[in-house]
């Protein structure tokens, strides 16, 4: 059957620049992320700026699908990998991805120590660094530079919102100045940025802000999360006393919609929702259908017959 869609990263239905799509045509084959936890922590939450982190963030600061701390990165990797052999089959390259708190923070010669570990596993074909812009020493951006030499490097850079009063109050402790400066110093690496939609207090105006100020960056991928709500975090106790709202299936996917609309259509997008740890989510509960989810975008593309970049204008 004649693929009728017209949107020109993808040979599917979706008209969005997958990153599964990217990595397919970049290595051939398929390529899993395997999410790692190395132990780190947060200047939000080890009192360098702050104390108890994000509001929303659960006490393994986003690594509740990694491995385990307490084990090596080879050991983690090697866990990782039986499970995506048992989903994907042997032919698969990995991308070990250092993913709790942040993996730039801390004893330079530990972490650069892990990422090397990592580099040595025989299936894999690059790594992802997740961390905060403004957690860049000198001494690791010299580091992410010559591991872009060796591999293909992702650095993923926590942004949430360009909105100070917002990272305030979910306890970021940066702001977007400090974003944008930790930003720049990485130009020449590919750079991810995330984005949470549906923060407290945030309208579809201010959503819409941030996407519009990450397209005028033109990063070479964005992840959109959604914002969950789980037990056990202040967000969840601020739901309990209904101080907050969450958004609606219907406005979620509207909202990703315009978000994409307006991004360059040769941003990579690693994901349009994200995963809440089922047996802790307290909201929004629709988001534990994943699947639902991403169909919801699908179709609401094809319903208003667009797709990505469709109303992106470049900055000159």
């Not at 017209?6 to 390529?31: A, C, M, Q, V, W």
């Not at 690594?63 to 090697?78: K, M």
């Not at 930790?182 to 201010?206: A, S, T």
Request: glycine share 8%.
């Amino acid at each position: 059957m004649e693929n009728k869609n017209p949107f020109e990263y993808s040979d599917s239905n979706k008209r969005y620049y997958t990153y599964d799509y990217y990595l397919k045509h970049k290595f051939g084959r398929k390529i899993c992320k395997i999410p790692l936890d190395i132990g780190c922590t947060c200047p939000n939450i080890d009192k360098s700026k702050g104390v108890g982190g994000c509001i929303y963030c659960s006490p393994r600061g986003s690594g509740d699908f990694a491995g385990l701390p307490t084990q090596s990165v080879s050991e983690q990797i090697a866990s990782g990998k039986k499970m995506m052999r048992a989903k994907w089959g042997n032919d698969i390259g990995c991308i070990p991805y250092f993913q709790a708190h942040t993996n730039t923070y801390g004893d330079p010669e530990r972490l650069i120590a892990c990422f090397n570990e990592a580099l040595d596993d025989v299936d894999t074909v690059g790594i992802s660094i997740a961390t905060r812009a403004d957690c860049l020493s000198d001494r690791m951006i010299d580091e992410l530079f010559r591991l872009s030499e060796k591999t293909f490097l992702t650095v993923e850079l926590g942004l949430q919102t360009v909105h100070d009063k917002t990272a305030e109050f979910i306890n970021r402790c940066h702001t977007y100045s400090d974003f944008l400066s930790g930003y720049r110093r990485l130009d020449g690496l590919n750079v991810c940025i995330h984005i949470i939609d549906g923060l407290p207090f945030e309208d579809h105006g201010m959503m819409m802000e941030t996407a519009a100020e990450i397209a005028n960056l033109h990063p070479h991928s964005v992840k959109i999360h959604l914002l969950h709500v789980l037990d056990s975090t202040r967000l969840g106790e601020m739901y309990k006393e209904e101080k907050i709202t969450v958004l609606g299936f219907e406005e979620y996917v509207g909202i990703v919609c315009d978000q994409l609309e307006i991004l360059p259509p040769d941003t990579v997008i690693g994901r349009v929702t994200g995963d809440g740890a089922p047996d802790n989510l307290l909201a929004p509960l629709w988001s534990k259908k994943k699947f639902v989810v991403m169909n919801g975008i699908d179709k609401e593309l094809v319903r208003r017959n667009s797709m990505q970049g469709a109303k992106y204008h470049p900055v000159l």
